[in-house]
């Protein structure tokens, strides 16, 4: 394996391990807050907008790089354990 992909799998390894250290106790505090239903309910009773629109479309990109870049640090690290 290269020293890039090296890199790069241990740089990915790092943010996602800094991204789930905030977001799981933040999703924790505010579901035991009560912060949950509130967000359900500005969901909900939102108002809609004629067009599909700008955001819609960036939240999308979002969401998908977020789930190539999970997808591809499990294939990375599966890689690697076969390999040994």
Do not use: Q
């Amino acid at each position: 394996m290269s020293s890039a992909v090296k890199w790069w799998a241990r740089l990915s390894a790092a943010v996602t391990g800094a991204v789930l250290t905030l977001v799981v106790p933040v999703h924790a505090w505010a579901a035991s807050k009560g912060v949950d239903g509130l967000a359900v309910e500005a969901a909900k009773y939102r108002r809609r907008r004629s067009g599909f629109g700008f955001f819609p479309i960036v939240g999308g990109l979002c969401c998908l790089l977020v789930v190539g870049g999970i997808v591809l640090a499990v294939v990375l690290i599966s890689r690697n354990r076969k390999r040994r």
